[in-house]
């Protein structure tokens, strides 16, 4: 139980390009999607966290503007990167909370901006 | 907000030896605190986590302990093996809150 099916898993797109990640809660209703960037070798930083139904709330540093999250149903959070540049070639990934306290990934999404 | 500390950020230990890794939280707020193991390109795969009302748990090869009052927590995995090669990442939240992770720590078994 607790699924949340991330697409896609890879994705390559041009240089100021938008690119939408989508992450869906399959068997429960995710609220709150939390969204993390992960550059190679090092750690998940948490970008910002959708809550459905009100705006989401973003990292110090992390761009509102550039990084659109929407949270408009129970099961489904998006995060759009827009105008998309090489330095915004990651791994994002979105995580939800379940019951008893843990958290269920997405299988996470390989961005490459060429 | 919560500030996770993990040390070493790479540990090489022979096959059948022990692995220590040892994390650190600023946030009193969190009682829940996961170990991670990590492949590549992959999402993050739950290996153990403990609740502040414990001070240590065990799942086999792998054990957690817990100093809440020090606000530090380590994973101990003994007897290792080259499949638990890979990088491991200790996090801390107070759920449902969001949840912080370490820095990592790639752990390579020398066969």
């Known amino acids: 139980g607790a699924v949340v099916s991330q697409h896609p898993s890879r994705v390559i797109c041009k240089s100021g390009t938008s690119v939408k990640i989508e992450c869906r809660s399959l068997d429960f209703q995710a609220t709150t999607m939390f969204w993390y960037r992960q550059f190679p070798k090092q750690s998940l930083m948490l970008m910002a966290t959708?809550?459905?139904?009100?705006?989401?709330?973003?990292e110090q540093g992390v761009e509102k503007d550039k990084f659109l999250i929407n949270h408009a149903s129970l099961t489904l959070s998006t995060l759009t990167v827009t105008s998309a540049h090489p330095e915004d070639s990651s791994f994002y990934i979105c995580?939800?909370?379940?019951?008893?306290?843990?958290?269920?990934f997405g299988s996470g999404t390989r961005l490459t901006v060429v | 907000g919560e500030n996770v500390e993990q040390h070493p950020s790479t540990l090489s230990v022979q096959e059948g030896d022990s692995a220590v890794i040892k994390c650190t939280y600023s946030d009193s707020a969190s009682n829940y605190f996961p170990w991670y193991k990590q492949e590549l390109g992959k999402r993050p795969q739950l290996i153990i986590d403990?609740?502040?009302?414990?001070g240590e748990k065990k799942d086999q090869r792998i054990a957690v302990t817990l100093n809440k009052t020090a606000k530090h927590f380590s994973l101990h995995i003994t007897e290792t093996q080259p499949e638990d090669s890979a990088v491991y990442f200790c996090?801390?939240?107070?759920?449902?809150?969001?949840?912080?992770f370490g820095a990592g720590t790639r752990l390579t078994v020398k066969p």
């Open positions: 403990i609740r502040s009302n414990v």
């Open positions: 996090a801390a939240s107070n759920p449902p809150n969001d949840m912080r």
């Open positions: 995580s939800a909370p379940r019951g008893r306290g843990g958290y269920t």
């Open positions: 959708s809550n459905e139904g009100s705006k989401a709330t973003y």
